[in-house]
């Protein structure tokens, strides 16, 4: 199977104990068969340890504790998982994240989510213009070269990215729903961070924003990522408009969200964004019927 990753893809590297909001708090940490096969199999003075904090309750998974903490993140920010058995103990979810797959036909795309704080830094300060290792019989599938149109019309810097939003829903022929309110659809979502709560009041009066143009590259990167990550699961549902949609829109939350117009409150929203939305199909299948 080939394999597709953007231009960016092998800058990143798991900061650890650097790490502002680390994804083993307040995730659920499902462990795949073959991990928990290795685990069972395992005889070193770690093992007692690592399976009296698994519990096999509906899938098996380790225990957290009162604060959402997964058992083996030690004081320090580290993984005794690792620090004791090595990188290759990880279960499936732990060495993946903060990746994401696409499929289609016999080739698979991975990419970086914005969910983790160094990942999302990587994607939205990426002063490069933002590309796939596509192959030539890739590009010749229709929605992969819809696709690049999208790409070619949001990378395109003779104008503004407002100008390049309004370019590509003409090329789409489609406009958000007018009507919509959209703090109430988000509002109502399935939420985990009171964060996301404060953010939304912003959009209470609507996602119309103006501000200046020193972000414009960094929210290319936003749409860019957006759409990869997104469209191709059209495949599925038929959304194809509709995933276009849901990259202007989220684009346009985000955007009247950062008030402060900064990177750094950029980084930090869309980090959330991901967290409350990404990883969740029933709040993503929400919008999307919205959209329609």
């Known amino acids: 199977m080939t394999i597709i990753t953007p231009n960016y893809y092998n800058k990143f590297k798991c900061i650890a104990d650097k790490c502002k909001h680390s994804c083993c708090i307040g995730w659920e940490i499902d462990i795949d068969d073959t991990t928990l096969k290795k685990y069972n199999n395992l005889k070193s003075d770690f093992a007692n340890r690592l399976k009296s904090n698994i519990s096999l309750a ?65 994607i939205l300060t990426n002063k490069e213009i933002a590309a796939l290792n596509l192959t030539p019989k890739a590009l010749e599938l229709p929605i992969i070269k819809f696709r690049e149109n ?27 729903p007018f009507d919509a309110d959209w703090y109430t659809v988000f509002n109502n979502l399935e ?8 953010y939304l009041l912003h959009i209470k009066d609507g996602i119309d924003c ?22 191709l699961d059209s495949q599925y549902d038929d959304y194809l408009k509709e995933r ?46 919205k959209l329609r």
Not at 160 to 172: A, G, H, W, Y
Not at 191 to 198: F, G, S
Request: with cysteine; charged share 25%; aromatic share 10%.
């Open 191 to 198: 939420k985990m961070d009171k964060a996301w709560d404060k």
């Open 244 to 289: 276009v949609l849901f990259a202007v829109l989220i684009y346009k939350v985000i955007k009247k969200i950062n008030t402060s117009n900064t990177l750094e409150e950029l980084l930090e929203i869309a980090r959330i964004y991901s967290c409350e939305i990404e990883y969740s199909d029933e709040n993503i299948d929400t919008i999307l019927s």
């Open 150 to 176: 999208i790409f070619d019309i949001l990378q395109d810097r003779e104008f503004s990215i407002d100008e390049r939003v309004e370019n590509l829903l003409t090329f789409i022929g489609a406009q958000l």
């Open 58 to 122: 509906n899938a098996p998974h380790f225990k957290l504790d009162k604060s959402e903490r997964c058992p083996f993140l030690n004081e320090q920010g580290l993984c005794d998982i690792i620090l004791n058995e090595g990188e290759d103990m990880l279960c499936q979810i732990c060495a993946d994240h903060p990746r994401f797959r696409n499929y289609y036909g016999d080739f698979t795309e991975i990419g970086l989510g914005l969910a983790c704080e160094a990942a999302a830094k990587i």
């Open 210 to 231: 103006y501000t200046d143009n020193s972000l414009d590259a960094a929210y290319e990167q936003l749409l860019v990522y957006l759409i990869f990550r997104h469209l």
